[in-house]
Structure formats: C-alpha cells, structure tokens
C-alpha cells in the first residue's frame, strides 16, 4: 500500500539529523569547526563505527567489501531484487568541513529511519552505502571505494600504495576493517537498481536563487595529475645561478606555463595546483626535488582531455634543465546522470513544495562511477557562500533537513 | 721555547681526524652518506656528547654557554690572558653532508691534539668552539650560537622560537644543555685574542685551481626573509578562478617576481626560495596559506641593501589580492676578515708548501659575527664538485688533514 510521500518527508527528523553531524564532527575535529578525518585514520575509524552502532540500533544489518565500503540494509518485501542504493563518504579533506561527504551518509540514514517512523514498506531493499576515501588527500585517486566497488580500478593497486608517513593502504585498510568485527562481507558491483546521492553543493548558486534542492544532471569531468621535478641541491650562497638545477624554480615555471595553457575567459575550466612539497626544504638549501598536483576540471571531454594531455609538453618546455616525471593519478570523465532519476528528484521536490532547480556538479563525487553501474542520480542542498574543503564550510539544519526529505522520498519511489 | 711549524704540521694525525669524521657522520646518517643532524635533536647531542668525551680523553677542561655553544681547552702558559679561538659547528643542515660545520670542529680538536704531540706550547690559551645552530634549518636564524655570544640576536628572542613542530626551543635548548653535565658555565661574549675557523669551500674554486688552501678575505652579505601568503581555501572544481584568493598562485607570482627583480648577467646576486609549505597541501583544495623563504646574498652591502628592500613592494605588486606579511629573520652585512690574519693563514700554507689563493667566501660562517669581535679569518679546503648542503658533500682526507695542518700551524702562532 503506497503512502503520500508529505508523510515520508514529515517523518524527517530535523534535530536527530544536526545531532548526528555534530556528533561525527566530533571525529577529527579541528579549531574553528574544521574536519580532518582521512580514510583509515583513526578518526575515520570512529566515523565508521559510530554509523554501524547507529545501524544497530535501527536493527539494520550491516556489511562491508574488501576496499572498506560499507553497507547497511533496510530489507524490502522482496529482498531477491536488486536494492537501491544512497550515500556519499565519511573521509574528509586534512583541513575539511562538517558537512561534505558525511552529509550524504547521515542523510541517508535518516532517509531510512524516516521510511520506518511512516512504516512506508518497499518492494526493493534500500541500503546505505558509506564510500570508500572519497577525498583522496591521503591516498590518491580519490574515490576509490566508489571506483573499487564499479571496476574502475583495481584493488591491488590500491593496495600498494603509501601515505606521505609510508605506510601502506593495505595495512590502513585492514586496521580499518578490523575495527567494524562481525559484519557480512561484500562482493563488489552486485547488482544495483538506482543510485541516488545527497550532498551540499560546494558551489554559491543555489544559495544565490535562495533555492532548497539542486536536482544534479551530471559532473562534469577531472585529471588529476601527480608531477614530479627533480634537479640538484646545493648551498644557496655558493652556486651559480647558471649552473643551477633547482627543482623548486623549475616547477614555478612549471605552474606558470600550465597557468597559461589553461587560461579561460569564460572562467570555465578549473586549473588548481594544491599540493606542493618540496626536498630539503630548508632555507639555504637549492631543493632537489619538488612533487607538486594538478586538478584539472572541465564538462566538455574533448576539452578536458586537449588541455589534460598537453601538461607533460608544457612542463618540459618550461624548465628544460630539470628532471620529470608526470603521473595520470585519476581520470574522470564528464558524466551525464540518467533522467528519470534527475526528474524524480525534481518531481519530488515540486510536490513537497521545495524550491528547485537543474544544475551540473563542479565537484567529483563517488555518484560518477556509480553512474556507469546503474541509474542514478544526486540532490544538491546550499551552503554558506559556496565554500566546502575549509572548516568555514558551514549548511544549516533546515536545508540539511529538505534535501532529507526529497531524498527519502524519491528513495521510496524508486524502491517501490 | 719556539718549534718549527713542521714539526706542528707533522703531528696531525689525518687518520684519527678522519675516523672522527666517519664517527660523527652516523649521528642523523642518511641513505647515501647524508646526515640530518639538527640544533639541539637526538643527533645534535649524540655528537656534542662524543666531542666532550674526546675532550675528556686528552685532559681539556669543557664549558658551555646559555645558548649552548660548546668550548674545549687547551691552556696556555698564562691562562690569565685572552684566549684564541677556533672552531665550527656540528649541526647540518636537513639533509647535509659529513663535513659541512662538523670539519671545523674536529680540525679544531685535531690541532689541539697535533700541538700535545708536537709539545708546542703557547702563551695564550686555545679553544675549540662548537656554536650552536648555524644551519638554521629547524629554527631561524642560522648562525645562532654566534649570534648570541656576540651580542648580535638576543638569547631572550631566540628562546621563545618555535620549531615546525611547535616545539620551543626553550626546551629543546636545555634538553641539549642537560646532556652534557658537570662542565663549567660560560659567559657570552668573553675577550677573545683571535678567532680562525676551518670549513669546506661549498664552491668549485679550489678544485679547479688544483689548490689546497683558501685564505679567506671575507664574506658576501646574507638576507633572509620568511613571507606569508594568505587567501581563501575552497574546493578545486567548484570556486571561478576569477574569484579565488589562491596562496599558492599568489606566492608563485611572488617567486617570479622576485626572479625579476634579482636578474644579474654577472651572477653575482644570490637568490635562492629554498623552504615551500602549502596548507591545507590537498590536490582539490585551494591553498589558503604559503610560507616560503628568501635567502638572497651579494658581497656588496649597498647591492645586497636596495635589492632586499624592494622584496615587499614587489611580492604585493605581484599578487595584489593576497594578504602577506614578511619578516626578515637574518641580516648579514657583508665582512672583511683581520688583514693579519688572512696573511697569516696565507704564510703558514706558503711555509707548509701548501698551494693557497685569496678567496671571499659564498656562504655565511660563524666566523662573520665573531670578526665583530676580535682579528678574524677562515681556511677553506677544496670540496668535490663544490657541493655543500647535500648528502653528495665530499672531501677527500688528504684536503682535510692540509687544511688542519695549516689551522695548527696559524693556532701556535697566533697563540704564541
């Protein structure tokens, strides 16, 4: 028997939702309500097992695959069919907010038990996915639960690599699975009949048309790039300029030319260099090596991989003298999410009497790899001046709660 | 009773100084003959407390000052007179070499040594001196240990430093005072008679002549300044470039900027960005924050003035929309050492048959702070390739042994 979806969203608990960001933002918290929870810290470990405790308490049943994504089930009449799936990822940036990521999950949950408080029966089972290392600050590429579970990578690559400190994904990642004991393993890319995904929108436009809900067509597409520089140290007082290989000096010529080759008056390409390190990194010393990344963001493939593709020619020509070695540490294409799912988001919306409107994701999310397995979909809420990656990051209990609302809704449409 | 000088020189052991090398080279070894021996680290006071044994070992009295700077005696006939010091440091920079700082110590010693065996004795006493901190690397300024005995840096400023890690260096300074117990208290500033140290030529000039010695003039000006960029961090694929406040950008605008503004078809102007921190240092987060380092040197004090002075004006012209702020954390005008000192370094080599040049020197020693004090030089000896700050830092133990012949032989003189 079906029920008025206003029941589904009046069953959306507002406070047990803010209660459970602010309880989660308690996991790595930094000054000035800033987030610094990587995956397999152990602060993304208290994440993982504070939302299983919670799981518990619903009587949900929990599970896990073999990259450290998590499951947990609300079952159907049917439970044989495939489920739908919605959620998003735990991890946060080194220096991150409250809300990115965690939003999806915690939104989810609540979408579960809001489903339970209306006794609104499904056919399909509705399971909460927690991905993987989305952010991808500690262990490159990002969304790799998300690329795992769909095949787009391998986990043995995953395996082998190291954080800055050395230490080995594949010994973070089981002390991350050896802390949720007891639950079910899980195979990846089982079958899916819908993925839908809620998160703040990282952006100022729905703020700006003081609108409720962003029903997602699509991401567009990133390159990341990991480039690493190396010349010859040596004592700053002494050698010439002329017979210097300075890896620091090379890689600014480096960014330069890069800044160059992205230039856009139409501001529509991201170029973004975040990360730079550099050896001996001592004041009087020439340095020696210089890893740096580059974060290239377009929604025209075509574009995006023109300008991807010439960075290696620019570096070199940009600094001659020092070693190179460029590395494609992620690739993204453009995404374009499946419609029904896009016009049940906005459907629901309008029949809720939420503000809304259609727009594409500048941001990468786990909803991208996902696309390639099933339809799916994502719902944007607004946050405080389009900022996200910084502890101003910062959306209120209302918004958090509408975008809840469309999201159990449209859950229970798609599961039904 | 006068010995000839011959008979000083032959008396240094080049073996035993060159174990004393290897001996200290693994307090903070490195892959591939580095060391990383910081002020006042574990590795620091492995190697303060070998050099108090070998003095210990050959009957000298040892002291230390508040900053920790180290002296070693060997008395004179009439103690009551001004002593002459020589000496260096022991501390590396973050991935230095085996003889960078530490060769002028164990010279020192050497020659102590050398003058017991050779039975010269001298009027005046002779001290070793280790100064601390002249690298700089863990906290700025270099040259500390100097500095502060001279009466050039406050003991009171450089108490409070930080380290990177927020360790204050307050604490980290009594740690390494703590470790060598039960030796006498000394003041700053005591009369000295003469100060000579030995170092490795950090340069090419040497080895390309084919000679043993270099009698240094003086010493080129030193200027570091530490600048702080400030912008807005957010996420890489969401904020328009046309918006951003990127640190990161702005602090490369900054570096190209400052490239411009040192150019020299003569090569004569030194600049080197040696140190480099982002935050939050994710690949998808704009930097909101850039510290990087200046070290710019010229041997001429009007040059070395004008160019330093224009470093704020141009780093804000370069990224007008970035929040800066900079600190000059060392000056050091350029020197010229004690004419009678130089020549008597230059006689001593001519004597010895020793081939010897005039040289200024490249890099900053502590000897710049102490010729404030009293008749001042230094004695270079040829290092490979000219290579300094870098585990590739080598000389050979023939050069060093010349280099601690000629320091004894000018000791007993200037001492007699």
Redesign the interface.
């Known amino acids: 028997m079906s029920i008025p979806i206003q029941q589904i969203a009046a069953a959306v608990d507002a406070d047990r939702l803010w209660t459970r960001h602010m309880t989660m933002a308690k996991f790595g918290a930094l000054p000035g309500d800033g987030v610094c929870r990587q995956a397999f810290t152990a602060e993304d470990i208290s994440a993982r097992r504070q939302l299983l405790a919670w799981a518990k308490q619903h009587g949900y049943a929990a599970a896990a695959d073999a990259i450290g994504n998590l499951f947990v089930r609300r079952p159907g009449v049917d439970p044989a069919l495939a489920p739908v799936l919605t959620g998003s990822h735990m991890d946060s940036?080194?220096?991150?907010g409250r809300f990115d990521g965690i939003y999806g999950v915690l939104a989810g949950l609540e979408a579960l038990n809001a489903l339970d408080t209306a006794a609104a029966e499904t056919q399909r089972s509705i399971e909460l996915v927690a991905w993987t290392n989305e952010?991808?600050?500690r262990y490159?590429p990002?969304s790799m639960g998300s690329m795992v579970f769909s095949g787009a990578l391998e986990l043995s690559e995953c395996l082998a690599l190291r954080d800055a400190d050395g230490v080995l994904l594949e010994d973070a990642l089981a002390a991350a699975l050896a802390s949720t004991p007891g639950i079910e393993s899980r195979a990846f890319n089982f079958p899916i009949a819908a993925y839908l995904e809620a998160h703040i929108?990282?952006?100022p436009r729905l703020e700006a048309e003081n609108l409720s809900i962003g029903a997602v067509t699509g991401i567009?597409g990133?390159r990341?790039f990991t480039i690493t520089v190396r010349g010859?140290?040596?004592?700053?007082?002494?050698?010439?300029?002329?017979v210097r290989r300075?890896a620091?000096?090379g890689a600014?010529a480096m960014?330069?030319a890069l800044?160059e080759l992205t230039t856009?008056v139409d501001?529509i390409?991201?170029?973004?260099?975040?990360?730079?390190?550099?050896?001996?990194?001592?004041?009087?010393?020439?340095?020696?090596r210089?890893v740096f990344?580059v974060?290239l963001?377009h929604p025209d493939a075509s574009i995006l991989m023109r300008l991807g593709d010439a960075i290696p020619e620019r570096c070199r020509e940009a600094a001659p003298r020092c070693d190179l070695e460029i590395i494609e540490t992620a690739t993204n294409l453009p995404c374009e999410f499946d419609p029904a799912v896009v016009a049940a988001v906005e459907d629901v919306a309008r029949e809720l009497g939420l503000g809304c409107m259609r727009m594409p994701?500048?941001?990468?999310h786990d909803a991208q790899h996902i696309n390639a397995l099933c339809p799916t979909g994502m719902i944007f809420v607004p946050c405080r001046n389009?900022?996200?990656?910084?502890p101003a990051e910062y959306a209120d209990p209302k918004s958090l709660a509408a975008g809840t609302k469309v999201l159990a809704a449209a859950l229970y449409r798609l599961a039904s």
Chains 1, 2 share one sequence.
């Open positions: 940036q080194p220096r991150g952010e991808g600050g490159e990002g929108e990282q952006g567009q990133t990341w010859d140290t040596g004592h700053a007082g002494t050698v010439p300029l002329a300075d620091l000096q600014v960014v330069q800044n856009d501001d390409v991201k170029f973004t260099v975040g990360r730079f390190d550099v050896e001996p990194n001592a004041p009087n010393s020439i340095a020696d210089v990344t974060d963001r994701s500048g941001a990468f389009g900022v996200s990656h910084s």
